[in-house]
């Protein structure tokens, strides 16, 4: 709590203020460093408002000097007030503030508070702030640091509008709006994550912050507003959100070192000619790999140098000639960007799992067995899913085949591979096998011999469900091998 400094003398220095410079406060303060504050009160509520000094600006550049923090409560004439807020124009044109500090116990600021504070550099808001009002900050040309609460709901029209030293800000999630010119003009501000929640911007909202490098965006907004990030012309990367269904006129206009565009969206949204107008030529957009044709035959979409999957898709692996091949379907078609894959192909461990005696008498001797890890990549494309499946070698019989002139008499022998592969590739329980014979049945165990199940391949596959995380044993024809259930 904080004592009135002098008080009765200081009661008698009201009256004259008063009837000589029409004071606007009802009760001065002075802090432990010196510094004056200024409050009108409340009886009724016993609550206090910090206020400016006087009405006119050039009066008032004289108070607010220096470092000033605001208490929590005061006594004034035998009565405990709370600082409960701050009114508008309360710090108009104080020249001289450098840094402000607000108790927990201030739940509102209002317009134009701050505005033309060009000497403040820090600011500390309560924890109970939902809002800040238009033009609060306006102008704090030497404003670098402050704190937005967790509690901020939306921030006003042109708030922080020429705040031009402002080098960060760190939004809150529950922030749910941002009125127009909130953050024009501010040139330090180099990476923006909005809000979880915004979910409306006005215009021209960070236009002109010429040092910005990075935007990403929640996936709650839908409208990205006119001439909202014009001008910012170090901007190098969005992230767009997925809930984006319209880019207004000049939204990125000027962005003239734009090179990557990141839309998690498989929906083009709606956007005009001038969204990108005299933005880098040579800048990229990245989509879902199943988006990028819809976005090619899309204005402005199909303007940029290159379309992109977001990320390269899981490789498939298959047996062809002996040898692995792997492929993907990833959509490369409008880029000159190639894909290539990383692999390791591990033995499958053997001895994980007990295998009784009795148990091989049903399934017999148990094959060697592959693990294969493989992921896509490709510049600037995330890398894909790693693909995990297992190459298993089957036991192959040889194959008589008869002349066609004497039936029943077998003239001929094609000796083909002793052993034929079976791929296996596991995901969420679900085992799918390949390499198989159209109706070729797979019978399923636990390690003690029990039988799970059996399936019946369809073409060249086939499909079984076991538990994750399980070791089983598939059995084909007279092969059986050891799989993990992924």
């Not at 009661?11 to 510094?35: M, R």
């Not at 019978?443 to 469900?465: C, E, I, P």
């Amino acid at each position: 709590m904080m004592k009135l400094n002098s008080l009765k003398p200081l009661l008698l220095t009201f009256g004259s203020l008063c009837a000589l410079n029409a004071a606007a406060y009802d009760v001065e303060l002075v802090g432990e460093n010196g510094s004056k504050m200024y409050f009108n009160v409340d009886s009724a509520t016993q609550e206090a408002a910090v206020t400016c000094f006087a009405k006119q600006s050039t009066s008032n550049n004289a108070a607010y000097i220096g470092d000033v923090v605001i208490p929590e409560t005061f006594d004034y004439e035998d009565v405990t007030y709370t600082v409960t807020s701050v009114e508008a124009n309360a710090l108009y044109y104080c020249n001289n503030t450098t840094s402000f500090v607000l108790p927990e116990t201030v739940t509102s600021i209002g317009e134009r508070a701050f505005f033309n504070c060009t000497m403040l550099k820090r600011v500390h808001l309560s924890d109970a702030i939902t809002m800040l009002n238009k033009n609060t900050f306006l102008s704090c040309s030497a404003l670098e640091e402050i704190n937005l609460p967790a509690s901020l709901g939306s921030i006003g029209q042109a708030c922080f509008s020429d705040c031009r030293l402002l080098t960060g800000v760190e939004f809150p999630d529950n922030c749910t709006l941002l009125e127009n010119n909130a953050f024009y003009g501010c040139a330090s501000l180099k990476h923006i994550v909005l809000p979880k929640k915004l979910s409306t911007m006005g215009y021209r909202v960070f236009m002109e912050c010429t040092g910005l490098e990075s935007v990403t965006f929640g996936d709650l907004l839908g409208t990205i507003e006119i001439s909202d990030f014009e001008n910012c012309t170090a901007l190098k990367t969005v992230h767009l959100g997925k809930g984006i269904t319209n880019i207004m006129q000049y939204a990125f206009s000027g962005c003239k070192r734009l090179s990557d565009v990141y839309f998690a969206s498989t929906t083009a949204a709606s956007s005009y000619g001038s969204s990108f107008y005299d933005s880098a030529p040579t800048r990229r957009l990245h989509v879902p790999n199943t988006a990028v044709d819809n976005f090619h035959s899309r204005t402005p979409w199909n303007g940029f140098s290159e379309i992109l999957p977001l990320q390269c898709a899981t490789p498939k692996v298959t047996c062809e000639s002996g040898g692995l091949r792997l492929s993907t379907t990833t959509n490369l078609k409008y880029t000159d960007v190639k894909e290539s894959y990383t692999y390791t192909v591990l033995v499958s461990d053997a001895e994980e799992g007990v295998v009784t005696p009795e148990a091989l008498e049903d399934f017999g001797r148990l094959q060697l067995t592959y693990d294969v890890y493989a992921t896509a990549t490709a510049p600037g494309i995330e890398d894909s899913n790693e693909l995990v499946a297992s190459l298993c070698w089957l036991n192959k019989d040889l194959k008589l085949y008869g002349d066609g002139d004497v039936p029943g008499v077998e003239t001929s022998i094609d000796t083909l591979p002793a052993q034929r592969p079976v791929i296996v590739e596991s995901q969420g329980g679900t085992l799918t096998l390949s390499g198989l014979a159209d109706g070729e049945r797979v019978s399923f165990y636990d390690l003690s011999g029990r039988q799970l199940g059996t399936t019946v391949a369809s073409g060249d596959s086939a499909n079984f469900t076991a538990t994750p995380g399980q070791i089983i044993v598939a059995r084909v024809a007279s092969s059986s091998f050891k799989l993990r259930v992924r």
